[in-house]
């Protein structure tokens, strides 16, 4: 009954239709627009639609309502591009839109559609899981006949699992969930992941972006929906430089999942700030990263080994599985199961023997550029030209001589391609990839993950010979790539002239960050005045780093009016290092404390709260404990303990142990999990 009580209504407003689910490109932004028209114009019927197309005569087509359907909500190109600008038109006018230029725009994407088909959207089951990055497993010669060899082993569910699921259960119940699974390199993060969104999301479209442009390019087409899984694997390649692009994705899409997976060395590397005022040894442009890494908590470790428990679990399923039974012998001794059981270890031996059995010399050559390229920051695929180059230079003199013109061409083929290569079945030394547009030849390599990782930790102090640098500087592929590799070269400082030569390269292909290095090593070299021009010029082309620097610039030579003002301008724009290093020169001049506790606040307002943490050991050493503890107390508040240990410290040192002893409990309550001072347990 009616809530009138004159029966049931006979009007029933048509419920509004569903929004087509397509993948990230030229389809999804004409669905993207005639969904947004359609809400607009207030959802109107698809009978309504029809009726007011098919009514004016200078409409192009006269869809029916289930063509209007089709238009709206099927993940394909309508067939008739007429049929698309008609439904256009009407849903404009009827939210009050300039029909004209809604016409126009569904024209274009119509033609960019047409001529750039979208992938169909999968979700985890169905991509292929190498595809994804899982690594295939080895072949073991008593593999159970029942079992696909080629199919994924049984999986061995480990406490971070559980982790990593509680973590995606969380976008089930609506939320944007960022995680990021770090640890060594075969320790199975990317399995893990796969494992996870099959049993979390596994309906949810799982989409893969090719590199951090692709990502940024999609968050500004606001071609993420909600409902999806965004697949980072090797989450390093993506950030610092689609950072932003990620966080405003997180901040405005729900519910979502962002997962990815890096080395502890990356993370690392992401998550360490400079020292406030210390020497410009290199550029941080990290800082955004760090906020956002910060904000979501997205790490959950992966051990290296299998414990006791894993273990027994393994021992079931490897009853069932000559892979697993293989791995679990290998990795019996040294608990590295899921790396024998991609043949990483195997590997390596195998790499390391010089003797030619499994690489004859030419192959080791062209391994060992590949993996100082990886090392030394070329982190896209590896152009073929850069090896075959750089190979040279890991030659002895008789080795140089091959009777094969396309010696290059056969070694990589023989490592990529050869079964006899493949490790067990499994693992390549390297591995082909197409960076062009559309299907032709490898043009890129990379090197398998176990061997890269392994290369990092023996020759992490070692220098490539001259000839990998003169190929690097000819062939690196990216603009990141030869700022990286520029900052590896001035590290070595006997390779300082390739430095600048890899960031000249970098700033002729219009890369503002590579002004900012350049800036770098010309300050390292005391030519201040062309540090400062190169860094305004990184402004001017809008890098806002470079206003950091310029402050920090300023202070150093005592023009502390100059500093304040660029400091400010600078930490407006997100970087606040400067600000901090006003306020130690002011809190340790003595001249005025208030002044330097007004320049930490200001860093607190733009989200750093070490300015206060700074300050503690400085108020503390000029006997202004009342003060020192206040700034301390509220950075702890702030999410920062470090002021309170420091202030114990210091009262420690100043043999009041009662008050270090309560400050260091208080910094226990505010998070710090270190040394607790004296007394403490």
């Known amino acids: 009954m009616s809530r009138d009580g004159a029966g049931p209504s006979r009007v029933r407003r048509a419920r509004p239709v569903a929004q087509a689910r397509v993948a990230p490109g030229p389809l999804h932004d004409l669905k993207a627009l005639l969904y947004r028209l359609y809400v607009e114009a207030g959802a109107p019927t698809l009978e309504e639609i029809a009726r007011l197309a098919r009514e004016d005569q200078r409409l192009p087509g006269a869809p029916s309502r289930d063509g209007v359907l089709r238009v709206l909500s099927k993940p394909e190109v309508p067939a008739n591009q007429a049929d698309a600008v008609a439904v256009a038109v ?16 569904v024209r274009d994407h119509w033609v960019a559609a047409r001529l750039h088909p979208a992938e169909a959207l999968r979700t985890v089951a169905q991509w292929d899981p190498v595809r994804l990055g899982v690594h295939p497993a080895i072949e073991a010669d008593d593999t159970t006949p029942h079992r696909d060899a080629g199919a994924m082993t049984s999986y061995v569910e480990r406490e971070h699992d559980q982790v990593l699921r509680e973590r995606l259960a ?68 993506f950030l610092p430089e689609a950072g932003a692009a990620l966080a405003e994705l997180l901040q405005r899409v729900r519910p979502l999942a962002v997962v990815g997976s890096m080395w502890p060395q990356y993370w690392n590397a992401l998550v360490t700030p400079p020292h406030p005022g210390g020497p410009a040894a290199s550029v941080d442009l990290r800082a955004q990263t760090r906020t956002l890494l910060e904000a979501h908590g997205p790490r959950i470790a992966v051990p290296e080994r299998f414990d006791a428990t894993d273990t027994q679990v393994l021992d079931v399923l490897a009853r069932d599985d000559g892979r697993l039974r293989a791995a679990a012998l290998a990795g019996a001794g040294d608990g590295r199961v899921i790396q024998h059981l991609t043949g990483g270890p195997e590997l390596v031996e195998l790499f390391e023997d010089e003797s030619g059995e499994f690489f004859t010399p030419l192959e080791r050559a062209v391994i060992s550029a590949a993996l100082d390229a990886r090392r030394l920051g070329h982190a896209s695929p590896i152009p073929p030209t850069l090896l075959a180059e750089a190979a040279a230079g890991y030659l002895s003199d008789r080795g140089l001589v091959s009777d094969d013109p396309q010696w290059a061409e056969t070694a990589l083929r023989a490592i ?66 030869l700022g990286d590799l520029g900052d590896s070269a001035r590290r070595c400082t006997r390779h300082d002239v390739y430095a600048e030569r890899l960031y000249l390269r970098s700033i002729a292909a219009g890369d503002a960050q590579g002004l900012l290095h350049l800036a770098v090593m010309r300050e390292s070299a005391d030519e201040v005045e062309e540090a400062e021009r190169l860094y305004r010029q990184a402004v001017d082309a809008g890098e806002s780093f470079g206003l950091e620097q310029l402050a920090r610039l300023r202070i150093i030579v005592g023009d502390w009016a100059a500093g304040e003002v660029l400091a400010r301008q600078a930490a407006a724009a997100g970087h606040t290092t400067a600000l901090r290093l006003l306020a130690v020169l002011w809190d340790g001049s003595g001249s005025d ?37 206040r700034m301390a107390r509220e950075a702890a508040g702030a999410g920062n303990p470090y002021g309170l240990v420091n202030l114990a410290m210091s009262h420690e040192r100043a043999g009041d142990l009662e008050a270090a002893a309560r400050l260091y409990r208080l910094a226990a309550d505010a998070g710090y999990r270190g040394s607790q001072g004296p007394g403490s347990e």
């Open 90 to 105: 009407v849903l404009a006018r009827l939210a009050r839109w300039d029909a004209a230029d809604a016409a126009r725009r």
């Open 170 to 237: 969380q976008a089930v119940g609506g939320r944007a969930v960022f995680a990021v699974l770090v640890g060594g390199s075969c320790t199975g993060k990317t399995r893990a992941l796969y494992e996870a969104v099959a049993a979390v999301l596994p309906r949810w479209p799982l989409l893969v972006p090719g590199h951090a442009a692709q990502l940024v390019e999609w968050v500004a087409q606001d071609a993420v929906d909600a409902d999806t899984v965004l697949w980072l694997n090797e989450t390093q390649r």
């Open 416 to 481: 990529c391609r050869d079964p006899r290569k493949h490790v067990n079945g499994a693992i390549t030394a390297l591995t082909e990839q197409r960076v062009a547009p559309g299907v032709g030849p490898a043009d890129g390599y990379s090197p398998a993950d176990y061997l890269d990782q392994h290369a990092r930790r023996t020759r992490e102090r070692k220098c490539a010979p001259t000839a990998f640098w003169d190929a690097a500087e000819r062939h690196a592929r990216t603009t990141r790539d």
């Open 593 to 629: 404390p208030d002044k330097a506790e007004g320049l930490a606040r200001e860093a607190l307002g733009a989200g750093d709260v070490g300015g206060l943490v700074d300050l503690v050991s400085s108020r503390a050493r000029a006997g202004d404990w009342e003060r020192a503890e």
